[in-house]
């Protein structure tokens, strides 16, 4: 199985590379439009800044590409925020994938929303055999809002949603490399897909 995981000058790929290693897949890291195009399956893993971010993946095609792929996608955390129409985060234009507002948590508890918390109302392939309210681990100040596309929510300051799915787009606000158990299950889930 062909793994790409999306090059785009920022971001965890370290620590989602050791976990996928973990569970016997050697990923390609890449921002080339063809080599993303040829894989099985693709990841779009995310930390970092949303307009610079977009920015990278404008110049070298990659924006024009992942709306077009065909094969499961996976976004991780900002690439959760950048599959979504647009962010708060300097005003950001997003691809547009999920038509979801990506949204600023207001100032009135601690922000940015860091460390475990639990997913509810779980739905589809991506949450098989994870039970309801098991605990996953965040680090953001942005949130996509609850949707059509939401198969799991959280709740920090209000409902927001932990995962959106579309067709064969899946993201995820939460960091499943860095969720022990149950993080290694929804990536075992997305490689089965």
């Given at each position: 199985?062909?793994?790409?995981?999306?090059?785009y000058?920022?971001?965890?790929?370290?620590?989602?590379?050791?976990?996928?290693?973990?569970?016997?897949?050697?990923?390609?890291?890449?921002?080339?439009p063809?080599?993303?195009?040829?894989?099985?399956?693709?990841?779009?893993?995310?930390?970092?800044?949303?307009?610079?971010?977009?920015?990278?993946?404008?110049?070298?095609?990659?924006?024009?590409?992942?709306?077009?792929?065909?094969?499961?996608?996976?976004?991780?955390?900002?690439?959760?925020?950048?599959?979504?129409?647009n962010?708060?985060?300097?005003?950001?234009?997003?691809?547009?994938?999920?038509?979801?507002?990506?949204?600023?948590?207001?100032?009135?508890?601690?922000?940015?929303?860091?460390?475990?918390?639990?997913?509810?109302?779980?739905?589809?392939?991506?949450?098989?055999?994870?039970?309801?309210?098991?605990?996953?681990?965040?680090?953001?100040?942005?949130?996509?809002?609850?949707?059509?596309?939401?198969?799991?929510?959280?709740?920090?300051?209000?409902?927001?949603?932990?995962?959106?799915?579309?067709?064969?787009?899946?993201?995820?606000q939460?960091?499943?490399e860095?969720?022990?158990?149950?993080?290694?299950?929804?990536?075992?889930?997305?490689?089965?897909?």
């Open positions: 199985m062909k793994v790409v995981m999306i090059e000058n920022a971001g965890n790929n370290h620590s989602v590379r050791l976990a996928l290693q973990r569970l016997g897949v050697e990923p390609i890291i890449s921002a080339d063809e080599v993303i195009k040829s894989a099985d399956k693709v990841i779009f893993p995310g930390v970092g800044e949303a307009s610079s971010a977009m920015q990278f993946i404008r110049a070298n095609g990659v924006a024009d590409l992942l709306p077009t792929l065909r094969q499961p996608t996976l976004g991780i955390c900002l690439g959760l925020q950048l599959m979504c129409r962010s708060e985060e300097n005003n950001t234009n997003c691809l547009g994938i999920f038509e979801v507002a990506v949204k600023k948590f207001p100032p009135r508890d601690k922000v940015p929303h860091m460390g475990w918390n639990t997913l509810n109302q779980l739905r589809g392939e991506l949450f098989r055999d994870v039970p309801e309210s098991a605990y996953v681990y965040f680090v953001h100040s942005y949130y996509a809002e609850l949707s059509e596309f939401s198969v799991a929510q959280t709740e920090y300051i209000f409902p927001f949603s932990a995962a959106l799915q579309k067709d064969n787009f899946f993201s995820v939460f960091h499943p860095k969720s022990g158990a149950v993080g290694e299950q929804i990536l075992r889930n997305f490689l089965r897909l």
